[in-house]
């Protein structure tokens, strides 16, 4: 069973700072891309950040010089470091993993989500 368990989501003032992780667990042979996206109300789940095995680093326009993407392949965790966070950046924040397991291959799998709320 692949599990991937988000945590630090929560409520922030504007300007702060969050620090967001999610793990994996299971029969995990080798970590390919991890990715953060996140899913506003009303609005479809865009990409947030990208990190790919080979290191290379997306990030999508709104966020960038703001977040921080990151991985521990030897936790099997990626971060996402949010500073100066705005009303804007209020979502869903979801991780999503590409993982080969034992006996199953290749594929994508997804956290539960983490709500970022970012008010006064």
């Known amino acids: 069973q692949v599990q991937l368990v988000e945590s630090g989501g929560g409520l922030v003032q504007p300007g702060g700072s969050l620090r967001l992780s999610c793990a994996a667990s299971?029969?995990?042979?080798?970590?390919?891309?991890m990715s953060w996206y996140r899913q506003a109300p009303g609005k479809q789940r865009e990409l947030v950040a990208r990190i790919r095995s080979g290191g290379s680093i997306d990030y999508a326009d709104s966020v960038k010089g703001r977040f921080t993407i990151s991985r521990d392949n030897t936790k099997n965790t990626v971060y996402l470091q949010m500073n100066s966070l705005k009303p804007e950046d209020t979502a869903v924040y979801y991780c999503s993993m590409s993982l080969t397991i034992l006996f199953r291959g290749m594929h994508d799998y997804w956290g539960q989500g983490t709500q970022v709320t970012v008010s006064s």
């Open positions: 299971g029969s995990i042979i080798s970590l390919g891309d």
